[in-house]
């Protein structure tokens, strides 16, 4: 098959942190037998020669001059929250430069199905080019899209043309699906009939790059003055309300109370990082912080083999924008890391709970910090719950398999008419 992902943020260079899981989702559906392009718009940080691309990329401008290019690429919304004042007069220029680029792409390749991620504003523009040249659209809410859908009756028009013009609807969390449900259709018969389109795809790992490996650790320990005995506890992740990193500082005092050697080290910038340093020192457990901003995604890897424990306390902040189901939780299953996070529907697919990690009530400081003991008491425990992750994923979460259950969901949206 034919297949265009339609995309606004894709990592742009080697090692760049911008939604990285988009380039597996395209290796996935390519690894299982289809034709792949992936159209996103155009970024003066493009840096992906021909060598770097196992499929076919296609970018689109829809501004002049090109450092006005800022939308996308994890960068149009303030912590998660808010739209940035630019999107206001960006977004019209993205959308039309938008709809002539995939349309182009779609009578010129002959592409069979678009898969649009993010439903805003991807699954709209595909929604648009659908009607004009009857391609199939299967639609893929990563999750900031749903928020956004909820924010005002524009934005509400626009995910129900998209939700109504999609063949079928997936996202790495039922909940999301959910969500969407409640938002874009009122009538309860409406609501169930649009959820018979949906489908619950994870986004995946490479589970050969992914894996359990010691080599850099000494260098890492060096890096943060970590020492060699004390146990360390990753999270990775932006730093924004969602992600819920304020409530292990709130744990933290806890768990040091009783383990006084543990090392917090979180992965990740973002808005909320002065807030949470900030946090930290007026809890008096700074100095077991580690916020070292972005890494290199070349050597994520490395640094999740450092650590003890995994740990992504994600929640639905206070205006409605929920993280469930993030693609570092599977990554530190990869690499065989006992994993503690929200009891989320989403995570509940990946998180066997007591048997490969924790699952955890959503801001409950005292459950953190009761998960991070149990780990932090057991080398055993760790050992164990680490090699249930590994399995998981080598089994059931890997790009391949990922890319298969998309296969065979494209199959059945073109074989359906």
Known sequence: MRICILTHTFPRFPGDTAAPFMDGVAEGIRGAGNEVFVLTPFSPKFRRGKKDQKYKIRTYKYIWPNF??????SETLTNDMSLKPIVWFLSPFMYFFGTVALYRLVKKEKIEVVNAHWILPNGFIASLVSKLTGVRVVSTLPGSDVYLAGKNPLFSWMARFA???SEAITSNSPQLLEDLARIVERNSRKRIFLKTRFSAIIYGVYPDKFRPTKKETEKIREEFSVAKKDLVVLGVGRLVAKKGFRYLIEAAPKVLKKYPKIVFVLIGEGDQRKELEGLADKLGV????RLPG??????IVDY???ADIFILPSVRDEEGNLDDQSVSVVEAMATGLPVITTNFPGYKIVVRDKENGF???EKDKEKIAEAITKLASSNS???KMGKKSRELVVKKFSWQAVGREYTNLFKSVIFSR
């Open 304 to 306: 999740f083999n450092f």
């Open 294 to 299: 972005w890494v290199d995604y070349k050597r």
């Open 68 to 73: 006005l290019h800022q939308l996308g690429y």
């Open 381 to 383: 425990l760790r050992k």
């Open 286 to 289: 700074k100095e077991n912080f």
């Open 359 to 361: 699952l955890v009530p």
């Open 163 to 165: 939700a109504r013009n």
